[in-house]
């Protein structure tokens, strides 16, 4: 059974910061795609980025430029480090990991307000 265990979530103001972490005992870590999804309350999750096993990535438009994912292989951790977050950002984050089958963390919450 694959884990996911997800931290760093928490309240910010508009404007600030903050780094999403995601580690897994699964082994196939570095074969996997890793992805992070959010979803607010009455939403639909959705896709917000993600990497290849290869380093390639994908944001969603609504954060790009200020969204970074990334992934440190002998950890087996992959991060999303918000900046300039929003009112909008708030939802509840999920990190994914895709190789022949889904896997998704537990979540972790995220609100901006002031």
């Known amino acids: 059974q694959v884990q996911l265990v997800e931290s760093g979530g928490g309240l910010v103001q508009p404007g600030g910061s903050l780094r999403l972490s995601c580690t897994t005992s699964a082994r196939i870590f570095s074969i996997a795609a890793m992805g992070w999804h959010r979803q607010a309350p009455g939403k639909q999750r959705e896709l917000v980025a993600e990497?290849?096993?290869?380093?390639?990535?994908n944001y969603a438009d609504s954060v790009k430029g200020r969204f970074t994912i990334s992934r440190d292989n002998a950890k087996n951790t992959v991060y999303l480090q918000m900046n300039s977050l929003k009112s909008d950002d708030t939802a509840v984050y999920y990190c994914?990991?895709?190789?022949?089958?889904?896997?998704w963390g537990q979540g972790t919450q995220v609100t901006v307000s002031s």
């Open positions: 994914r990991l895709r190789t022949f089958a889904t896997y």
């Open positions: 990497m290849s096993s290869g380093g390639t990535t």
